[in-house]
């Protein structure tokens, strides 16, 4: 054996246990690191008994280690809080660890001391939990920081409110109590009240005003103050009294006959008293304040009361000046009756206006019913006979009647749109268009702008992106809109940049520019109406705060939605507006302009049968009923026509239908309380609704609405296209099957 090889004695393996010197370094070690702690740290048992306890214990509660080893955790622990050791106790024996808790714990002098406690279990070698570590951080002076910044935010936010209070107050007697409830609760006083100066026969007294804090019968027995040298430095406007203790003032009590406080007034001890001058530096009065104990009113609570009434002295000469302009509007009120006769004449002009416009909307609607119920029995036939193969001068003749039967559909057509337009109600005029041009228009719009500005515009526009529909106008009004906005906001040599590209199942307009950002709590509220980022009188950029909700309104009318993002203020921001994707075939509108459906293209399209689908056919125009039946058997159909609704009730009595066709203009019983009734008398299951259509003259977007709320599932308007019938009819069969 080789002599100089270690010994395995002499080499200690990893898995030995340490030795005894070992440990007692390591608890040294531990003992001086808890010696040494900022924070109190003390140990006990689980019955709460203490059994070490460092320095920085003694100096945060006082008590020495001699003193509190061996004695009861409760010794610190107020009297009213005790019961929080059972709580802790009892988590600490189930292994839970208490993390920074916040509490009251006492001071060997009785001084209430503020901490964060943090509590461990300890386990001996078995892991059996035997006792607590407690680590104590002193938190007092935080929590008077925080107390601090309260009170400072709580006076701020008194003074604001004030401000708005009095600012929107024109009577004098609610902006006096106003500013007197507001002193007295910033203020801590008990009560508090305002005197006004007044003078009478070169005398001058002082006559309470407003109260706050007591009942007005708490002074109503004694007589108003005097200008006594308590008194005097107030209404004189020489400055704030305050004191901690009233009665020590050598001022108080010099004048007969009370040579003090009158018997019965309530306790005074601490008292402050603020002048309040009008605009023109005159005394109108003063702010008392009064508490029954020493020392309330502090120097904070006299700049406040002092602020408030600086806000008092501007809100009063307001609501002077408001009732100096109040007794002149009343001479005026004095001419204003001889102008009554004429405003009334005047009213009544209006309300026959509005009843005149309300009676046109009627008979716009009349109109449309009118010349649509017609129109749709002459196109209806027209396309019937043009179906069947005919002498070119009869087929030239039947499509004479069909061109001027449509055109005359849309003279109609654009008399409600005139309507709707005098209304406010805005029109989309939908066409295939190309998302290059519309950008490319708007662009060309601003570049004038952005030149003087200097700023770059780069475009980034995918090419595949084909014809989409949508209102050109309305689209680029929208780009518009948002570029003119980027170009006001953003700096002299920035940059706006306007991308295309399709995502997934719609396409997207980005514009980004590098201009002064959103703020983030801004953001939520961009596109309301009115809104600005900053409305105040200074602001560098001018505009009425409609722009973006205009985008908005146009975008969601075409389907699509807009939103914004925006780093921060001076990062830029970055609109995104999505389309919903509509494709167009190109070969079929060359150029982006608008789609026509031609008769030949109509034609080609094969029409779903209609093959023993039973539809009760509801009209009380027997050309309307008899047209639709021939559409209907001509498909393979099996129609049976009522004549009003009554009728069709009792037919629906007797026998089962899979589809409804109803006009809705009909005598005593209109389409609309039909399918009231129809669907009053159908059970919960689905099965057992039957699918209706309304058929009708009556074509005004509100028209529409009111029967889908009725209860129709679809809304034809007069005059009908019979393949637009069949192919609603097929769809909701469908549906239904």
């Keep these: 054996m080789n002599d100089n090889k270690p010994t395995p004695q002499s080499t200690p393996h990893p898995e030995d246990p340490p030795s005894v010197d070992d440990i007692e370094h390591a608890r040294a070690r531990l003992a001086a690191i808890v010696d040494s702690s900022e924070d109190a740290i003390a140990s006990k048992t689980l019955d709460g008994v203490v059994t070490s306890w460092n320095a920085a214990a003694e100096r945060l509660f006082g008590w020495t280690a001699q003193e509190m080893v061996g004695q009861s955790i409760l010794k610190l622990i107020p009297e009213e809080l005790q019961y929080e050791e059972s709580e802790i106790l009892a988590k600490l024996r189930a292994g839970q660890r208490i993390e920074r808790y916040e509490t009251i714990r006492k001071h060997k002098n009785g001084q209430s001391l503020e901490v964060s406690l943090t509590i461990s279990p300890v386990r001996d070698r078995n892991g059996v939990i035997v006792g607590a570590a407690k680590i104590a951080h002193d938190i007092t002076a935080r929590r008077q920081a925080e107390r601090t910044a309260r009170e400072e935010a709580h006076a701020l936010e008194t003074l604001n409110r004030v401000g708005q209070a009095v600012a929107a107050q024109m009577e004098l007697e609610r902006i006096v109590q106003i500013v007197t409830d507001a002193a007295t609760e910033v203020s801590g006083a008990a009560f508090g009240a305002f005197f006004y100066n007044v003078t009478e026969q070169g005398k001058d007294s002082y006559w309470l005003y407003t109260l706050s804090g007591v009942p007005r ?238 700023i770059r515009l780069h475009t980034l526009l995918d090419s595949n992106i084909g014809l989409v529909r949508g209102d050109p106008n309305r689209l680029q009004q929208v780009l518009w809109n948002l570029l003119s906005n980027s170009v006001k906001f953003t700096p002299t040599g920035g940059r706006i940049s306007v991308v295309l590209e399709r995502v997934n199942s719609h396409v997207e307009i980005v514009v980004e520019d590098s201009g002064i950002g959103i703020r983030a709590d801004f953001l939520p509220f961009v596109f309301d109406r009115f809104r600005q980022a900053d409305p105040t009188t200074t602001r560098r950029h001018g505009g009425l705060g409609l722009g973006l909700s205009i985008v908005k309104t146009l975008v969601e009318m075409h389907g699509g939605s807009v939103r914004v993002k925006s780093p921060g203020e001076n990062q830029g921001s970055t609109f995104i507006v999505a389309l919903p994707v509509s494709h167009v075939r190109t070969e079929a509108v060359p150029g982006g302009q608008r789609a026509t459906t031609t008769p030949d293209l109509l034609d080609a399209i094969q029409l779903p049968r209609l093959d023993n689908v039973r539809v009760l056919v509801v009209d009380d125009e027997a050309d309307g009923r008899a047209l639709i039946a021939r559409i209907l058997e001509d498909q393979g159909a099996l129609p049976t026509c009522a004549s009003d609704a009554f009728e069709a009730l009792q037919y629906l009595a007797r026998d089962r239908f899979d589809i409804l066709l109803s006009d809705i203009g009909m005598p005593d019983m209109d389409g609309y309380e039909l399918i009231r009734q129809i669907r009053a008398r159908e059970s919960s299951s689905s099965e057992d609704r039957i699918a209706a259509v309304a058929v009708t003259a009556y074509a005004r977007p509100e028209d529409r609405q009111r029967s889908l709320l009725a209860g129709y599932q679809m809304h034809l308007a007069k005059p009908i296209e019979a393949r637009e019938l069949v192919a609603g009819i097929a769809s909701l069969i469908h549906l239904s099957r």
């Design 217 to 454: 019968e708490a002074f109503s027995k004694f007589p108003m103050p005097r200008s006594t040298e308590i008194f005097a430095p107030t209404f004189r406007g020489e400055g704030v009294v305050r004191s901690d203790d009233i009665r020590a003032d050598p001022r108080y009590g010099k004048m007969a006959p009370h040579f003090g406080m009158p018997e019965g007034h309530l306790p005074v001890c601490s008292y402050l008293a603020v002048p309040v001058f009008s605009g023109r530096g005159e005394v109108i009065g003063g702010l008392f304040f009064g508490h029954p104990n020493e020392g309330v009113f502090t120097q904070r609570a006299e700049s406040i009361v002092v602020a408030i009434a600086a806000q008092a002295t501007i809100a009063i000469d307001n609501a002077k000046l408001i009732q100096t302009l109040r007794d002149r509007q009343a001479e005026l009120d004095k001419l204003a009756n001889e102008r009554a006769q004429f405003l009334e004449s005047e009213r009544a002009a209006r309300s026959d206006a509005e009843r005149l416009s309300h009676m046109k909307d009627e008979f716009l609607a009349t109109l449309s019913h009118e010349l649509r119920t017609p129109l749709n029995a002459i196109q209806g036939w027209t396309t019937i006979l043009m179906q069947t193969p005919r002498p070119q001068q009869d087929t030239q003749a039947l499509q004479t009647i069909d061109r001027n039967v449509r055109a005359q559909a849309r003279i109609i057509d654009d008399l409600l749109d005139m309507s709707r337009i005098v209304s406010g109600k805005i029109h989309l005029e939908i066409q295939p268009l190309h998302l290059h041009a519309v950008i490319e228009g708007a662009l060309d719009a601003v570049r004038q702008s952005a030149a003087a500005k200097n």
